[in-house]
């Protein structure tokens, strides 16, 4: 979850609850970053064999459509009080919908064309980024939701164990990110025991990054699944089982709608706290005193420039620069899963429910 700073730069930023999930290019050194990397690679595996097995071939190409859903749901930004903002992912809603494995194939492809063309999580810092909101958060947010289920099995029971489940993922989520960047400074210092990496430790990173997921992040997470399965139940019907769509009408409307909504999610957005320049952190004050060094890591580490920077297209309106950065990731999204559909197809057993996982 990408979190936002308006006004000057502060070092203070990330106690005061400003923080990432998205993480940027060399917060995380580049050995944490091969690890969560490495520990993705299985699970990508294990969930492309999941998928062919269990996600009937006629749903595969909707596998786009709600990748869509997750890269247009963090777009839409909510603030908290202090000028920090947040805003959901959407990965317990796709584990609900296609199974958690289909989730972290579809949440991982929209982190991978954000990171690419928009430059919205690190390039090497793409494993952590799948590792927390593909992996931890749709797993935890699914187990969650089964759980619950089995004990209210009511219509009105789904929504609430839904938005548990949502709940429990982000928050997840947003803990294991505050570790990941919390032992930075105890495991990477130079000589003279300067951090090379993010300089916060856990007893910074933790507290910052959970208050607002505990808060109004965690919130934004339950409306955005429960609205959109509700919706998705009325108008959708036959997603939920194991037959061919009568139509994509309401989901394409759903997602028309989101994209023409998305300039909502400036009206909260300011500078993304974490992107400024390097040099500028020596300077930066630090619970009363200034940090008085650049990490080295940060200041020699890698770089790269993305298509879109921040949503933002060259010799547009900001607002018209984002709806079309949304339709573009929206696009690139159906399109890839559109392409992979033949690839899974031979190894679909078309009986099962996407219901059922």
Known sequence: MKMTYNGSIDYHAFYRGDEFMHIPENYLSPSTCAVLGAAMAPVWFVAVAKVRRHV???????????????????????????????????????????????????VSVALL????????????AFGANCFNMAFVLPFTGYAVYQLVRRHLKSPSGEYIAAGLGAYAGINAAALVAAIEFGVQPLLFTDAAGQALYCPYPLWISVPAMMVGHLTIFGLAEVVF????????????????????????????GLI??????????????????????????????????????????????????????????????????????????????????????????SHTDYGDSVSNH
């Open 225 to 252: 699944t429960t609205a959109v399965l509700a919706y998705l139940r009325k108008t959708s019907p036959d997603l939920f089982q194991s037959v061919r769509m009568k139509t994509n009408r309401a989901l394409y």
């Open 113 to 124: 064309i954000q990171a690419l063309f928009f430059g919205d999580g690190g390039i090497l």
């Open 56 to 106: 009937p071939q006629e749903k595969l190409p909707l596998l786009g459509i709600a990748a869509a859903l997750s890269f247009l749901g963090m777009m839409f930004n909510v603030p908290l009080p202090g000028g920090t903002t947040g805003h959901a992912v959407g990965g317990t809603l796709i584990a609900i919908l296609f199974g958690p494995y289909a989730a972290c194939l579809s």
């Open 256 to 345: 028309a709608a989101l994209i023409v909504c998305t300039p909502l999610g400036l009206l909260a957005a300011g500078t993304a706290w974490g992107e400024w320049d390097s040099s500028e952190l020596a300077e930066q004050d630090f619970l009363g005193s200034a940090l008085g060094y650049t990490p080295a890591g940060m200041e020699q580490g890698f770089s790269f420039e993305a298509l879109f920077p921040d949503y933002a297209i060259a010799g547009l309106p900001e607002a018209f620069g984002y709806i079309l950065s949304a339709l573009i990731g929206t696009a690139l999204l159906v399109i890839v899963f559109k392409m992979a559909a033949p690839l899974f197809a």
